[in-house]
């Protein structure tokens, strides 16, 4: 039975294959189109809006005030007086300061990754297509950034501007943009040997549209992946940050600042102190797999 | 158009100022309308050549007239060289955005050079339907739908979208198969008589190149070394280079199938090519002037002049084979 199934599947493939040589479909219809078909991924995607969401609609969801403290409620169990999901060590309810955390947490996750991909994806495609000691000057100063570990700049940079949110995402801005710019150079070194833009100058075109044009589009699919997957990564950073007492400020809900707070009492409620730390894990290992779903389906020489 | 004198010298890193010679000093002249047809080995400078003619590599040295103005300068700037000349690459892939529906990659050169979009679209699917694609089917598509053939035809619909009087023509068919190519030559001689188009086409395919030219250049290691009306170079070579070239083609009767190769050996290095007649070192008939001296183009200023650089054709040259080719 389980094999007619998969054979029924197959069959439906094959027939969906076949259709592109007369059916026309746009770039990205056909990702889409490839997207759909990939349950993995949709999982994941689905699991990733569900986080979202359940971030922005954390103020209709939480069922306690993540600030209200209580002194007899402190470091209770699952299911401890309706806290679902137990309290802290300040006796506030862990559901919902892992909702308004994960506001915290991924703002610091996809607000970092956007800034640095607009800034490093422009200096690397100005480097990339314009080349020589423009490029090199770029490059060279991205390099810079690169002798240091990651999360050492961060905190060096975090640590040198003072904790708070903000900069917080400074810190992690400025650690994106050099791979930022990296993936992007690449990307339009790679487009800018094709003959389809040597074709567009000997049309006429300028260089501003040219890359309008012939560049972006196809360096936008590699920063788009890229930054899909550092979304986990700055939302890790993040949390390390704000563990180190260099991101997010107490009282304020934050995974990273919560694994940190609560770590001290791991041998008294040792499933409450882990649940921000499966947090951290549940969300970046999603991020990553959907951005690899992404990856997948961008191909465009699938 | 007139070529005069042009050089491109690509420098090596690392060889302290020693460069690739890649075009040393050519000149021609392409007419209007005609079909002049460049022929050489590989790594002979024919694409930095066709690169040079649309300012896509700017010329070290020398000059280009087109119709009587001197390009680069404030009568004809590049600019305005290129609503005149369009260029068809050999690796029709590559050519072409494989982001973009090929009716917008035909479309673009229309709307740089000022028209509206709709009316570049309009433009586009009136090219395609041109160079044989239904524009409603083919137009939507990606490259990568498309065959090798089917491609070459976008890029050539695209060249010529704006409207040129001149295409270079990059070893169009190099990359396809022999069918596919005779229908990509036939519609390149179609279009040509059509849209009265001058063509520079660049194989080293010497059918091909018989198949479509009026007149045909030999080049070696970046230097013109024959140039002259088709039939007289293909049945009375002056040059030994063009000789062996001419009799390196595949026989198709059996009975003459060729032993021997006409030519042996690697072209020498463009960095450090061989003193005096560049081709010495590979020619049955070289002697002490050849390895000496440069040898000189006649005038080749009559369509039908058909002269070569040898020493064989200079009396005073100290040959002792003088027209002995």
Redesign the interface.
């Known amino acids: 039975m389980a094999d007619a199934i998969v054979l029924d599947e197959r069959q439906e493939t094959y027939e969906e294959q076949a259709l592109p040589a007369t059916r026309v479909r746009g770039y990205w219809q056909s990702v889409f189109y490839r997207l759909r078909h990939d349950p993995v991924t949709l999982v994941f995607a689905a699991i990733v809006l569900l986080i979202v969401l359940a971030a922005v609609f954390a103020p209709l969801l939480a069922p306690f005030d993540p600030y209200k403290e209580s002194i007899v409620g402190r470091l209770k169990p699952f299911g401890w007086r309706d806290h679902l999901l137990g309290t802290d060590e300040l006796g506030r309810d862990m559901l919902s300061r892992l909702l308004f955390g994960g506001r915290v947490s991924l703002l610091m996750g996809v607000v970092p990754v956007l800034i640095a991909s607009l800034i490093g994806g422009m200096l690397g495609v100005i480097g990339g297509f314009v080349g020589g000691r423009t490029n090199t000057a770029i490059m060279r100063t991205m390099d810079v950034f690169y002798a240091f570990p990651s999360v050492l700049l961060a905190v060096a940079i975090a640590g040198a501007m003072g904790g708070g949110m903000t900069n917080g995402m400074l810190a992690l801005t400025l650690v994106f943009i050099p791979p930022m710019c990296r993936v992007a150079e690449t990307a339009t070194t790679q487009v800018r040997a094709l003959d389809f833009i040597e074709a567009a100058r000997a049309s006429g075109a300028h260089a501003m549209t040219i890359i309008r044009y012939h560049v972006l589009g196809n360096v936008l699919g590699p920063v788009f992946i890229y930054a899909s997957s550092l979304v986990s990564v700055s939302i890790l950073l993040a949390s390390g940050l704000s563990f180190l007492g260099l991101g997010v400020r107490p009282p304020l809900p934050d995974w990273g600042l919560m694994l940190s707070t609560l770590r001290q009492s791991i041998y008294v409620v040792p499933f409450v102190c882990a649940l921000p730390g499966l947090a951290i894990f549940i969300t970046s290992i999603c991020c990553n797999l959907v951005s690899d779903g992404l990856r997948a389906a961008m191909d465009v020489r699938m | 158009m007139i070529a005069r004198d042009l050089r491109k010298h690509f420098p090596v890193k690392g060889s302290g100022g020693k460069s690739v010679k890649a075009v040393d000093g050519v000149s021609f002249t392409v007419r209007k309308s005609e079909t002049l047809g460049i022929v050489g080995e590989s790594g002979c400078g024919k694409s930095t050549l066709a690169?040079m003619l649309?300012h896509?590599v700017v010329p070290d040295a020398g000059e280009l007239v087109f119709d009587g103005d001197l390009v680069d300068t404030r009568e004809l700037p590049v600019?305005a060289l290129?609503?005149q000349?369009?260029?068809v690459?050999q690796?029709s892939y590559?050519?072409?955005?494989?982001?973009?529906?090929v009716r917008d990659?035909v479309a673009?050169?229309p709307f740089?050079?000022g028209r509206k979009k709709r009316q570049a679209r309009d433009i586009a699917c009136e090219m395609l339907g041109k160079v044989g694609l239904d524009p409603d089917l083919f137009g939507?598509?990606?490259p990568?739908?498309l065959s090798g053939g089917q491609k070459q035809r976008v890029?050539i619909a695209?060249?010529l979208a704006?409207e040129p009087r001149m295409v270079i023509l990059d070893e169009p068919v190099s990359a396809l198969d022999k069918s596919v190519e005779a229908q990509v030559l036939n519609l390149l001689r179609a279009l040509k008589r059509q849209f009265n188009l001058t063509y520079l086409f660049i194989s080293h395919d010497l059918n091909v190149v018989r198949y479509l030219s009026d007149r045909v250049l030999v080049m070696y290691l970046g230097r013109v070394v024959e140039i002259g009306p088709i039939d007289a170079v293909f049945e009375r070579p002056l040059h030994p280079y063009t000789r062996a070239l001419l009799a390196s083609r595949p026989s198709m009767d059996p009975a003459r199938r060729i032993e021997e190769a006409p030519i042996s050996g690697d072209p020498p290095n463009p960095i450090d090519p061989p003193s005096g007649c560049h081709f010495h070192t590979r020619c049955r008939f070289a002697e002490t002037p050849c390895e000496k001296t440069d040898p000189v183009l006649g005038r080749w200023e009559g369509p039908q002049s058909h002269v070569a650089a040898c020493h064989m054709h200079d009396m005073a040259s100290g040959h002792t084979r003088i027209a002995h080719v």
Not at chain 2, 94 to 101: A, D, V, W, Y
């Open positions: 690169r649309l896509l600019d290129r609503r000349v369009q260029i690459f690796d590559s050519s072409l955005n494989p982001r973009m529906p990659s673009f050169g740089v050079q939507p598509r990606y990568h739908e890029n695209r060249a704006t």
